[in-house]
T-cell receptor
Framework: AQSVAQPEDQVNVAEGNPLTVKCTYS??????LFWYVQYPNRGLQFLLK??????LVKGSYGFEAEFNKSQTSFHLKKPSALVSDSALYFC???????????????FGTGTKLQVIP | EAQVTQNPRYLITVTGKKLTVTCSQN?????MSWYRQDPGLGLRQIYY???????DKGDVPEGYKVSRKEKRNFPLILESPSPNQTSLYFC????????????FGEGSRLTVL
């Protein structure tokens, strides 16, 4: 069975410092990987995805993520954190197309990012 | 504007009183799904639909029903709500291509007393 682990319930970072939110996954075959962000009282919003190709993926709001196949990780990063980045972040995985579609998406438990002014 | 709309956003009800949470999307997406979000558990899939008249159980379907009579609508029905169904519910949709992201509604916070 596929799974996603976000080992940190909360990450605190000072404004202007780089941030990393960790995600590891387990899935049969090659994965599709996603990051979503949830602001208070809002739905999840798509940030970025890895399908194939370059291991470094760039997304919205200056976020990027690095796919590491050997470590089965897909950590979310940003060079300089903003207070407005404070939110709940979810990593998600699904298997390669043909072996499962949207219904096979598995979400992590979420990491709360707190950026301190 | 492309969006997924859920109603109601907030609801307090009592045990056993049937309720329906509506979900509508305007993106002509084939796929729609319902999730519940609980602290420490992340998002868990309740039901999903690959297209009109095609629905299937997710990971936590007990106590819920769905229907997909039209492409744009995917209501979630709680026939006899119980307190353990107190949660934050999200509807999501996805388009063709099978590699894209999901689009989420704003959420419906349900409290069952």
């Amino acid at each position: 069975a596929q799974s996603v682990a976000q080992p940190e319930d909360q990450v605190n970072v000072a404004e202007g410092n780089p941030l990393t939110v960790k995600c590891t996954y387990s899935v049969s075959g090659n994965p599709y990987l996603f990051w979503y962000v949830q602001y208070p009282n809002r739905g999840l919003q798509f940030l970025l995805k890895y399908i194939t190709g370059d291991n470094l993926v760039k997304g919205s709001y200056g976020f990027e993520a690095e796919f590491n196949k050997s470590q089965t990780s897909f950590h979310l990063k940003k060079p300089s954190a903003l207070v407005s980045d404070s939110a709940l972040y979810f990593c998600a995985v699904r298997p390669l197309a043909g072996t499962g579609g949207y219904q096979k998406v598995t979400f992590g438990t979420g990491t709360k990012l707190q950026v301190i002014p | 504007e492309a969006q997924v709309t859920q109603n109601p956003r907030y609801l307090i009800t009592v045990t056993g009183k049937k309720l329906t949470v509506t979900c509508s999307q305007n993106m002509n997406h084939e796929y729609m799904s319902w999730y519940r979000q609980d602290p420490g558990l992340g998002l868990r899939q309740i039901y999903y639909s690959m297209n009109v008249e095609v629905t299937d159980k997710g990971d936590v379907p007990e106590g819920y029903k769905v229907s997909r009579k039209e492409k744009r609508n995917f209501p979630l029905i709680l026939e006899s709500p119980s307190p353990n169904q107190t949660s934050l519910y999200f509807c999501a949709s996805g388009g063709q291509g099978n590699t894209g992201e999901l689009f989420f509604g704003e959420g419906s916070r349900l409290t069952v007393l």
